[in-house]
Structures are given as structure tokens and as C-alpha cells.
């Protein structure tokens, strides 16, 4: 196997059978209109594609150039490795030829970098194939993520009618304008999703705030002080993090319904920091494990409290462990649904992922539930991608000492 005119072909053909399948699919959800990967083709033109790669060398390109449009033209034949529906527009076929020939031609060329045609090192063989799989891997894991959204984005914007017409068309006619954008409307009119949005949004800000008032002295004392089992409750933390929600269900419904507190908002910010102190104390005390004690020390002889040194130089050290703990609660508590469907029953009341449950009926129509979806997921999407960095900062700074 450790031969390039061995290698290339299979490597070829596997890969092209990929791209087949990710063009096929990127245009059926993009137009609506017939895609679909010949496997059988795409194993033939992939291995003779990548044969001609690896025979001939970057440096002559028109070679390569040749099969891989060559390889974009065959699909108007109907022996291509996309078949294309006859009621397919000529634009759409010519993106497809044109992506097919440009997406192979460059992928291609990255994975069989350097590849000889005849014998292969053991390093070069594993070259090619670990370029193959991260390909692959960045392909399908983009797809898992990124369909599902579009799905649900696409669907949103869609008319009853059109639904109803074609419920697996997931293009979307631009020229309505604002009308693609009337199941957002009618949400926030007719379903009170504003006030939804309003209750997750000062719930959440409020176990932030619960949360850290609670975990940075309980972090700090694990992380500083010497008490007896203090070993034992710093490595059990996360146990009760690990304890399913759904085992403590019906005992917080009964002592919640008890107590008054069920069907509150109250209740809900009393319940939720429950479920995020603990992984925030893991994280919070690994990172004041982290930082200098001479700081704190010096603070301690100039005549400041324990409770100063904490204020005035723990805190400001640890802002981006603090950043970073602030935000993983806030999804957390943005994105709990148990509680608030087992605890809240008053619509006014309702949290946003309680709201779009709602939307989850026979007499709702189904574009509703996906906007619904998509008001309760940009927000938190926004708010990570934008925040991301600072994140991972604040999980790493205090994973190494020193």
C-alpha cells in the first residue's frame, strides 16, 4: 500500500466520494431542486483523478487542471459523481459543475501534497492519510452542526403554503422581502415571546450573580485554607454536579409545591444556582490554586483583611477565570429546560426554552417552533462566538502552576 499509484487512487476516490456528497447536499438544501451523489462514479473518477495527481507534480498543473474539469463537466452527461435533476436551473448546474471542478482540484492537491508516484516512507504515506481524515473530520463534524441550523433557519422563513407544498425544499425566495420574517413577528405579538426573552435573560444574569456570590469564597477557601476533610469535599464537588437532574425531579417538585414556591420566578432562581455552584467552584479553585500566594502574603503584612485581599487583589487577578465561569452559568441557566417545564405552568411566567416548548403543537404551525428555536439559540450562539476566546483563556490560565 505504501506506493503513490496505490495510495493516490484509493485516497482519490474515497475523498471524492466526500465532496460528492457534501456538493449534492449543500445544492439540494441551497435550491430545492435534485441532487445526488453517484457513489459508484465517484469511486472510478476519484481513483483515476487521484492517479493523474500524484503522476504529475505541481509544477505541471494543466495535468491536473484538465481531470478536475473534466471531472465538473461530467456531471451535465449524467456520469458524473453528482446527478443532477432534469428540472434543475442552468445556474444551479453551473455552480455545481463549477464547485465540483474547483473544490476537488484544490482538496485534492492539499491532501496528495508532496506524494510521490512510486515508493512512499512510512512518514509521506502517513501524511496523505491524516490530511484525508482531517478533511473528513472537518467536513462531517461542520455538517452535523451547521445542517441542523439551516434546517431550522430556512424552515423559519418559510410560509405555510410553501410547507405544505414541498416540506423537504429548504430554499428560500428572497423576493417576499419582509414577509420572510412574519413568523418572528407574529411571535413576539402573538405569543409574548418579548417577555420570554425578558425572564430568561434577568433569570440568568441572576444566577450569575448567585452563583459567583457563593463560589468564589466556597473556591477560595478550598483553594487557600487548611480545614479537616478538605481533600475529601475539593475532589467531591463535581460529584453532585454528576447527580441527573431528573433523579431530583419529583423531590423539588413535591418541596416546591409545598413551600409555595413552584410555578415562581423566585423558585426558579433559588433552584437554578443549585446546578451551577458546584462545576463553578471546580473551576473557580483550580485557578486560585494557580496564582501566587506572595501576592496575597504582602497584601496580609500591610494590614489589609482576608476579606480585602480577596477584594482588592484575588478578584482583579482572576478576571478572566471569573469571565469565563460568568458565561459557561449564563448558557447553562439560558438553556435550562427541566426545571422551568416542570416548575412553571403561568405562560406570564415562562422562560424562553419554556415558551418554545409551547410552540410545540399540532395547531401551531411548524415555522413557528423553528423561529421560536432560532430566538431561543442566537442570542447564546452570539454571545459564545463573541466571547470565546476570553473563555478558553480563563479555562486554561489556571490549569498549569508557575
Known sequence: MRKGYLTAPVLGALWLVVVATTVAI???????AAFRPQVLLCLIWGAIAGLVYVRFPAQRAPA???????????????????????DTSLQAVAVTVIAMAVVMHLSLAAILKETPFGELTRHEYEEAVIRFCTGFGYIFFTAIVVIPFYVMVMTSLKSQQALLQNPLDFSVDLSQGTELFRSYTE??????????LWTSLYVSVLTVFITLLFSVPGAYAVARFRFQGQKAFSRSILLIYMVPMIVLALPIYIAFSLTGLRNSILGIVMIYPVTTIPVALYM????????????????????????????????PLSLPALASVSLYVFMIAWNEFLLAFMLLDDPSKFTLTRGVTMLNSSEIP???????????????MALFLGLERFMTKGLTAGSVKG
Open 64 to 86: 491536473r487542471l484538465g481531470i478536475s474539469a473534466l471531472l465538473g463537466l461530467s456531471g451535465l452527461t449524467g456520469f458524473g459523481p453528482v446527478l443532477i435533476g432534469s
Open 26 to 32: 449543500t445544492m439540494s438544501f441551497s435550491t430545492g
Open 284 to 315: 473557580l479553585q483550580g485557578y486560585f490554586r494557580g496564582l501566587p500566594t506572595e501576592v496575597e502574603e504582602a497584601g496580609l503584612m500591610d494590614g489589609l483583611s482576608r476579606l480585602a485581599v480577596i477584594w482588592k487583589i484575588t478578584l
Open 187 to 196: 411571535l413576539f405579538r402573538d405569543f409574548n415571546f418579548g417577555t420570554y
Open 366 to 380: 411548524r415555522q413557528h417552533l423553528m423561529a421560536g428555536a432560532v430566538i431561543a439559540t442566537v442570542p447564546i
